[in-house]
């Protein structure tokens, strides 16, 4: 239970850190196939469902929510070192993923969808750091169903290894004003302001619907291939996650020209930090 929980908090702080995909976390956690399956499957087999997602999303919770701040303050404090440690944490559960095709015959499509999909990520990335123009929220109609659909486009990408959600949020100009929502709501929610509570609700409510709903769309879809074509699969992932420090970088570029000894020396230590948690965590 507690490592599950552990698991579903490093899931939950992947999702709000663009270039970091909360997929690529489920990989490296080794619950992935688990997760697809649990959501997919809730209606047939609920009471195994629900014993394996309730402490998943309580640590996703945990991690969105009570280590949003840690994780702000981190970036902002050594850069590099964050950046590095979730590195550590995608090479780290990568063996994971690459056991499922060891031993197996290797095709032509199978490598091309794996190339295909390394080349995705690294060009999602290397647009993300124009973002578009913030948007604004507000509790008008138009901007709740705008929020619902973009929390449609978040869950799909946040589902998929190696896609951040909140890559995409950047690029479409809705990360930093949802993390801001998020941020004023947890505030208002410690002062016990009704007005801002009230109001934090009624914006994230429709972003929350939209998130459930994309999962539970994106992961049938997922279950689908992983039953029919699951080595396609398999390595379609690979492609993805081993684009992903890749992507961090990109995403990151300017804050890594700024390495020194002293970042890169700690910088290397928290990037072995990540791997061990990986290694630890996925077992």
């Known amino acids: 239970m507690v490592k599950t929980i552990l698991k579903g908090i490093v899931i939950g702080i992947a999702n709000i850190i663009p270039g970091v995909s909360g997929g690529t976390m489920a990989v490296s956690m080794g619950i992935y196939d688990k997760l697809i399956h649990a959501v997919t499957h809730i209606r047939k087999e609920f009471k195994e469902g629900i014993r394996f997602l309730i402490p998943v999303l309580l640590g996703a919770a945990i991690g969105l929510v009570g280590l949003s701040f840690i994780i702000e303050a981190m970036f902002q404090k050594v850069p590099i070192q964050t950046n590095l440690l979730f590195i550590g944490l995608i ?16 095709s032509v499509s199978q490598v091309c969808g794996a190339v295909c999909f ?19 929220l507000d509790t008008s109609l138009l901007s709740l ?15 998929i290894p190696g896609v951040s959600g909140s890559m995409i949020l950047m690029i ?3 990360y ?16 016990l302001d009704v007005q801002g509570i009230t109001d934090g609700v009624i914006i994230l409510f429709p972003f929350g619907v939209g998130v459930l709903l994309g999962i539970v769309l994106i992961a049938k879809c997922i279950d689908f291939i ?20 890749i ?13 020194d000894l002293l970042s890169g020396v700690t910088g290397a230590a ?6 061990v948690i990986a290694r630890k965590l996925g077992d």
């Open 145 to 159: 169903v705008k929020l619902f659909f973009m929390g449609l486009i978040a869950a799909a990408t946040m589902v």
């Open 172 to 174: 479409l100009g809705y």
């Open 118 to 136: 390394f080349v995705l990520v690294v060009g999602l990335a290397a647009i993300g750091e124009r973002e578009g123009s913030a948007a604004v």
């Open 270 to 275: 928290a990037l072995a930090v990540g791997i």
């Open 247 to 259: 992507g961090i970088v990109l995403m990151q570029f300017n804050i890594f020209m700024k390495i």
């Open 91 to 106: 090479v780290g559960g990568l063996p994971v993923i690459t056991q499922k095709v060891k031993g197996k015959t290797i």
């Open 226 to 245: 992983f039953q029919r074509y699951p080595l396609h699969a398999y390595w379609a992932i690979i492609g993805l996650i081993g684009a992903s420090p």
């Open 176 to 191: 930093h004003s949802i993390i801001t929502v998020i941020n004023d709501f947890i505030r208002s929610a410690l002062h």
